[in-house]
Structures are given as structure tokens and as C-alpha cells.
């Protein structure tokens, strides 16, 4: 049954500090403790976490404010449950961050923890199409920070890393063990053959995966993908056992791997076309697992996508917003996805990105928030022909060629968003610029089609070459590097503690949380962002003006 916690509203007479020393207890209210109190405790709202439990039946919950403050606590630690469980009972500091302030008050058991934890993914897992409940608390409580420290939230930067969960990279041989012994193992006894039983010695794994020899992996392969051929007939005559998860995954991985091979009369591992795997299974943990390859590297799992804010002035500068995909979601998609929420809510004005985001159909979403993009290098290869943007425009019609000659008809196609232009074929001819000139001749007159992407991409190109914007541009995006670092080193997000879309979500939703923690009271303690400790340092020595008053 739900219940609120409103008892660290009202103080008792007596505390766990009641017996200490005034020194200590003046150190106690001048550390990080209290600004967590108000900060952060106080702004996790219960309400919506109240779906979670029974209205009318059932023993109480155990407080979800505590529940929620700690585990923001364990993720700005990258603590485990033992180490969270350590802090709650035995240090001051963290019990009076939650609102705990006798030391007799709420015993936590490493159970409470893991349900609490098991209700946000069943949540999630059952309410698709609805905001995570951590990703709520994130919001308001990253608001309540933003409009506390008093930050600018026009300019922002954008940029996305991979992040692992809580799996091993397998090879075909590997995961089809892994595969294969789970979907066994939830099988009855008595409908297993003898072939199929010897899966679960501990000698078969050894002898299959640590003492078989480089050119013996592919007869041990087929040899694996027979015994999961054998397995799923068996389980076609018994329909109980077809919606089991161990059973769908059995049957998700043999579809993606295996093929049958006539002449021979086996089941042999399928050739696959470079590029086409990324979306199979790759752990028989972690289904939602996907693979990536960016430069020389493989990743394996998902990609999270930050923003946070950049504005010169401010101090510090707080996550704005974050999105966990599997890891074959583009940049692009999840830019476009994120925009219209990052305007609404926080005025955005200036977005700072890479290459990576740079494409018609965030332009387009940007355009429509009133955004402008900037960004610091574009995907693709830069022509040598003269870019589209120096042709002269008069709304959708092209009048006039970089040269200044005028075109002899310009057509916009509305279905397709594209203008078609030609040119005298004599005046092209005798142009000195015809060779890097984008129309093409034919019989008639030379001919361009322009699309909208053409226009986008040239316009970004235009902003790069400008050294002057990309520059700034740079120097604003740049710090977020140093923001994906903290988060997935110092925070534990680089390989989390969980497995699945779903759990990883609701854990990265902590670690960014916990993030916005830790800027917060680098703020309190008085610390600013090098780059406005310089412009002090160069302001006092005169070498910048002093900013005016108001």
C-alpha cells in the first residue's frame, strides 16, 4: 500500500546529533548533506510512484523518497547495493541527506532495494509508451537545480556514447552455449534426449568453448545449432513451453544464425552480408543488446544521448536531458526526438553538435523549434564543385547561377520537395567556372536539381568553412567530452551493473541525476568552470574589460 513520507517535515525532539560535539554538528550542517536535503530530497515527488503499489491493501511501503535519494547517492558513487546499504546505516552525513534523523529510525534490507528496483523496470516494460517515472524525478529535480543556480538554458550541446550493460562480447559459439543451455534448462527432464542433457556438464562447456582448437569451430558450431534444430522440434509439440522467454530467445538465435544445407543434410552457421547483424542477439542476458562498429571499434549494448547546457556565464553547467537507445538508433533520430521537449521546456535556442547530427531531418525539426544548429564537422565528403547556397534564390526558385547569369526556368516539385533549374546551354559553355559547376549539360541546356538536403548541407558546410563560428562552435561542444567521461568512469554508466534496455534506462536516469548532484555542490563549494576562472584571472590583470553592472 502506498503512503507518503512527510515525517522529515516535522524535526524530533531528539536526534542522531543531539549527543554530538557543536563543532561537529556545525561541520554536519556546513557540508554537502544539507544542500541534498533541500536540494534534492525535497524535490522527489512520491505521487507518481504511487502506481507502483496497492491502493487500499498491503503493509506500508518503505519511504520512496529514501529509496529514490539513495540510489541517486549510490550513482554519483557508482557504489554496489552492499556499499549503499553501508552507507545508509552506519554514516550521519547520508541519513541526514534523507531526511533520517535518528539513528534507530528505518532498518533497509538489500531485498527492499532490489523490489523497489524490479517495480521501476515492470513499470517500464509494462508502460511502453509512457515517461519513465526516474526520468520524470530528473526533470524536476534538474529544473529545480537550473532555476537554484540561476543558469542560462538557450545554448546547449548535444553528443551521444556507447554504454555496455552488464554482459560479456560472446562469439556464435559461446552464445550458442549460452542459448541452448537456458532454453534446456527450462525444459521438463523427461522430454530431453541424452545428447541434450550432456549440454549441462560442467566438461561440455569447457571442452566446447576453453580446449577446441581455431579450425574446429565450425563442425563444433554445427554441431550446436543441430542440438538447438533437435530442441525446437521437441518443443513444437508442446505448446506450454513455446511463449517461455528461454524458448523464444532459443528460437530468435537459430533463425538469425542457421541455415540448412541439403546436399549434406545438416544445419550449418549462415553467411552473412557485412552490415546486416547489427540488430541480432548477442547475449543470451540481454536481449535488447545490439552491435555497433564506429572507426575500428565493435560495441556491444546501447548509446546514450546527453545535453547539457553551455552559456558562457553560467558556473556550472547541468544535463539538460537524456535518451538510452539500443545502439543502432542513429544520432539523428534521437536529436529529432529530443528537440521539441529541450525548446519547450527550457527556451532552447542554440544547439551544439558533431558531425554525427548534422542531416535534412534535424535541420527541418530544428527549423520548426526555432533552433539554430552549429555544428563543429558534417558526415560526408566535401565537394569541390561550387556549393548550392551561392546560387541565387527567390523563395522556392532559382533566378540567377553563382556567375550571375539567369536561369531560363526554375520549377518547384512540392511532392518532393525539390527545384528543378535550367541554364543556357551556350552561356554555361563559355562560363570559366563551368567545371566546377554542379548542372549537368544535355541536348537542351544544363540542367540541376536541387534538394532540400543539398540546401542543408551546403549551408553546414558554408558555416564550417567560416573559422571565425567553427571555433566557437568547438569551443562550446567540446567540455561535453569531458561530461561523458565523468558519467561512465566515475559514475560506473560505462558498463552498468544491469542488463536490459529497460533496467539500463531507469540506472543511466540515476547517473544523470547524480551528475546534475555533483555539479550542484561543486557550485556550492564555491568552484567555477576553468574558463571563467581565467577571465576572472585576465579581467583582474587588465586584460578584459570589466563586465558593466546590471
Known sequence: MFRPNDDHKQMS??????????????????????????????????????VLYSEDTGRPNFPINILVGLEILAAMHSYTVEQTLEQ???????RWALGVRGLWEYSLSERTIYEFRERLYQYALLNPGRECLIHQQFREISDHLMAYIGLTREEMRMDSTQIMSNIRRAGRLALSFDVLKQAIKACPVELLTPELLEVLEPSFKNNLLYKVKSREVP??????????????????????????????????????????????????????????????????YDEDATCRVKGNEVYVGYVANITETCADENPVQLITDYILEKNIVADTTMAKEALPHLAEQHGLKDLYVDGGY??????????????????????????????????????????????????????????????????????????????????????????????????????????????EKHKENTSKRAAIEGTISCVKHDQGAGKLRVRGLNRSSVMFGFIAIGRNVKQLLRWRRGEKRRSLQDAERRRRKGFLPIPAAG
Open 219 to 284: 563442425s563444433r558450431l554445427r554441431e550446436m545449432l543441430g542440438l538447438c534444430a533437435t530442441l525446437l522440434t521437441i518443443v513444437a509439440q508442446h505448446e506450454e513451453l513455446q511463449g517461455k522467454r528461454e524458448i523464444e530467445l532459443l528460437a530468435r538465435f537459430f533463425i538469425e544464425q542457421a541455415e540448412y544445407d541439403e546436399q549434406v543434410g545438416v544445419w550449418k552457421a549462415r553467411e552473412h552480408e557485412k552490415g546486416t547483424t547489427s540488430g541480432h542477439l548477442r547475449s543470451a
Open 88 to 94: 545508509f546505516n552506519f554514516n550521519v552525513q547520508v
Open 358 to 467: 548534422s542531416g535534412e531531418s534535424v535541420y527541418e525539426t530544428a527549423a520548426n523549434q526555432d533552433v539554430s544548429m552549429h555544428y563543429t564537422n558534417m558526415t560526408g565528403r566535401e565537394t569541390k564543385k561550387i556549393p548550392i547556397n551561392e546560387f541565387i534564390f527567390d523563395g522556392d526558385k532559382v533566378t540567377h547561377c553563382p556567375a550571375g547569369h539567369p536561369s531560363d526556368f526554375s520549377i518547384y516539385d512540392k511532392e518532393r520537395d525539390t527545384i528543378l533549374v535550367h541554364f543556357n546551354l551556350e552561356t554555361c559553355k563559355a562560363c570559366p567556372d563551368r567545371n566546377r559547376c554542379p548542372t549537368s549539360p544535355n541536348k537542351e541546356a544544363h540542367r540541376l536539381t536541387i534538394t532540400k538536403k543539398n540546401r542543408v548541407a551546403a549551408e553546414t558546410r558554408d558555416q564550417l568553412n567560416d573559422q
Open 13 to 50: 525532539l531528539f536526534t542522531s546529533v543531539s549527543e554530538m560535539h557543536p563543532s561537529v554538528v556545525r561541520r554536519l550542517h556546513d557540508s554537502w548533506a544539507p544542500v541534498f536535503y533541500e536540494h534534492v530530497f525535497c524535490q522527489i515527488d512520491e505521487e507518481p510512484f504511487s
